[in-house]
């Protein structure tokens, strides 16, 4: 499995951690048990560390992913923060989902340094 879910107890932050190649089907799953655990645990903070992706589905893939999520109740109070991989190649696609995420309604934004994520998750949270 490419992906690790954790729910920090120190911090109303559900981080999903993702590594190697994912496909279109591993993201649509971690994206499905993520906010599953938000409902679950009464938070809509989350952390996407996407530094040991080595592989990820399509722009297009992305976009449908955002527009299955922006039908969900309660989308509108997403606030994600996506700590970029590390391969210059998948940086594009990363940045998208940024745009696609706020085009549908929730806050997504992208970053180089965990500490200045998870800042901006804890900063006026959505």
Known sequence: MPWKTIIHTDLPIIETCYSGNL????????ARET???????????????????RGNPSLFDLYLLA??????????KLKEAILLPKIPAFIENVNFWETIGRNRGFMVRVFRDRNTAIEWLLDNPA
């Open 67 to 76: 527009k299955e999520i922006s039908s969900k109740a309660h989308s509108h």
């Open 23 to 30: 496909t279109k089907s591993e993201l649509f799953t971690a």
């Open 35 to 53: 906010l599953a655990l938000g409902q679950e645990h009464s938070r809509h903070l989350f952390f996407g560390d996407c530094s040991d992706l």
